[in-house]
């Protein structure tokens, strides 16, 4: 476990040197003005077709599977979605199909949002934001290649809710969805990379609950919330979880390493899934293979359960 907090330590070094975009909104009051809607004369493409999925239908399982990368503008270290997007778009399409196994591929883009950080910030949360246009600049990308967009949240010692009502705008809209890092979620005397944040079944519940309402509210297909889980600790009595019309679920079971500690985790982590939550797995092109080869999608689709959402970060 020491181990993955100087890991987590080090990714937050390297994000400060990337991230210098999102610094200047770090201390903004969460507010729903503060996301202006894109202009007329903006470049992103219209959203699917009578509010579908980008590939259409409304229900995201058991239709399709789901393949995604990770990224951050200009932070390699924290996954391949870092520039050339639509080079990029083009090997995640490539690779979805290889995780297809009877089912539909749906590539998805997982873009963090809300970065944490090592420094306390102007006010005091210890998290940056990326700006609204670097938001808009890749849901163009995804809507051109028809594939869902995540906004990842790493909220430091912010309030995760305050922090995914700010991006209700983006949220409405039928092929975005949210993701959330707990690992980062620290306490009001904590540090991330210092310390594992961590949540709760019914905190988790909260976000979902928003979120059918917004699915209801805005007439929207299933909208994915996924919850990225490195260690048992992270996560406190999931029971506590509901189910959630027109939200899916989806906890990514995210332990690095070796092709036999991920299994370990996978099998510590995935019994204890709430009810109606789907499992995730996630695999590290920097982390896992310092202790071997990266997992291949045959022996990832072999896992029990069955991963129904791969990211690679």
């Known amino acids: 476990m020491r181990k993955t907090v100087v890991v987590l330590t080090s990714l937050l070094l390297l994000v400060a040197a990337g991230c210098s975009d999102g610094k200047a909104d770090a201390g903004a009051t969460p507010s729903l003005k503060a996301v202006p809607k894109p202009s007329a004369s903006s470049s992103v493409p219209t959203p699917p077709a009578d509010g579908d999925l980008p590939r259409g239908g409304r229900q995201l399982f058991p239709k399709y599977q789901l393949v995604g990368y990770v990224g951050l503008p200009g932070s390699p270290a924290l996954g391949p979605l870092d520039k050339d997007l639509d080079a990029k778009a083009a090997k995640l399409e490539a690779l979805s199909k290889s ?106 519940d909260s976000i979902a ?34 189910q959630h019309l027109g939200v899916v679920v989806i906890k990514s079971v995210d332990g690095i390493g070796s092709r036999k500690a991920k299994e370990s985790t996978w099998g510590k982590l995935t019994p204890k899934l709430a009810t109606g939550v789907h499992a995730g797995f996630k695999l590290f092109y920097q982390e896992d293979t310092r202790h071997g080869p990266l997992m291949t999608p045959a022996q990832v689709m072999a896992l029990k359960p069955r991963p129904e959402f791969v990211v690679y970060e």
């Open 209 to 242: 609950a928003y979120l059918a309402g917004l699915v209801k509210q805005n007439d929207l297909p299933e909208k994915a919330f996924v919850f990225h889980q490195l260690s048992a600790r992270i996560v406190s009595n999931e029971a506590a979880l509901k």
């Open 99 to 204: 995780y297809a196994v009877g089912r539909t591929p749906l590539p998805v883009m997982e873009l963090i949002v809300v970065v944490a950080n090592g420094h306390a910030g102007k006010d005091g949360k210890y998290r940056s934001r990326i700006s609204d246009e670097k938001i808009e600049s890749y849901l163009k990308v995804a809507r051109e290649h028809k594939m869902l967009l995540l906004l990842d949240v790493q909220p430091g010692r912010a309030k995760i809710l305050d922090e995914v009502k700010r991006l209700e705008r983006w949220l409405k809209e039928p092929d975005v969805g949210l993701a959330y890092d707990p690992e980062w979620a620290v306490g009001p005397n904590q540090v991330p990379g210092k310390v594992f944040g961590h949540t709760s079944g019914a905190e988790l």
